[in-house]
C-alpha cells in the first residue's frame, strides 16, 4: 500500500505484509508550520483526526502529492469556514485516495468553530452531497467521497515542527513522476 506523509520525501515504514512507500506532504512554503503553532505551547487543544476516502486515483495524484495535499488543507478549509492552519494532513495512501487529517481547535481568543463542529459540518457537507461549498478543484474528489474514520483527543501545543531525515526506500522502489 503506497502513502504519503510526513515532512520528508520519500520514506518507507514497514508493515507484516509488505512495505509501505511514503512520499511527501510537506507544504514547503513560507506559511509552513506545526498547525498547534497557533495554540501557545503547552496549552491543552482538541483535534479531531479524520481519514477520508477521496474520489479519485492515487495514481492521478501521486505526481502532485504536495500541491494536492495544500489544495486538499485549502479546500477542506473553505469548506468548513475555518483557517487553513487548523487543518493538518498527515498522510496519503492508497486505496482511492485516502487523506489522513487533523482539524484543531481554534486558538482561545478566537470565535471560531471548536474542531469537533468543524468536523460535523464536513460529515454533513459530505453526506448530503453539498460539493459546491468546497473550492472548485476539490469539488470532483469530494463528490463521493466519505469518512473512513473520526476520533478525537486532547493534545498539548508543540510548538515548532521538527525536520525529519528521509529513511530508505524498500528495495526497487522509485517515487511516482514529479515527487522527489
Known amino acids: ?38 495554540v501557545p505551547e503547552g496549552q491543552e487543544v482538541a483535534v479531531v483526526e479524520m481519514q477520508l476516502r477521496l474520489d479519485a486515483n492515487f495514481d492521478d495524484v501521486a505526481g502532485s502529492v504536495v500541491s494536492f495535499g495544500r489544495n ?14 487548523r487543518v493538518e494532513v498527515v498522510r496519503m495512501s492508497r486505496g482511492s485516495v485516502i487523506v489522513d487529517f487533523r482539524i484543531l481547535d481554534p486558538p482561545d481568543a478566537t470565535p471560531s468553530k471548536k474542531a469537533h463542529e468543524a468536523a460535523d459540518r464536513l460529515e454533513v457537507l459530505l453526506v448530503a452531497g453539498l460539493v459546491s461549498y468546497f473550492p472548485e478543484d476539490m469539488q470532483m474528489y469530494m463528490r ?6 473520526r476520533s478525537s483527543q486532547r493534545v498539548f501545543a508543540q510548538g515548532s515542527p521538527v525536520p525529519v531525515a528521509p529513511v530508505p526506500l524498500a528495495d526497487g522502489y522509485a517515487p511516482p513522476a514529479g515527487c522527489s
Open 144 to 149: 463521493r467521497a466519505r469518512v473512513e474514520r
Open 72 to 85: 486538499f488543507r485549502d479546500g477542506v478549509a473553505a469548506a468548513l469556514e475555518i483557517d487553513p492552519d
Open 1 to 38: 500500500q503506497d502513502a504519503c506523509s510526513g515532512p520528508a520525501c520519500p520514506q518507507a515504514s514497514s508493515s507484516t505484509t509488505q512495505p509501505s512507500m511514503v512520499a511527501s506532504m510537506a507544504i514547503p512554503d513560507d506559511s509552513q508550520k506545526d498547525a498547534t503553532s497557533l
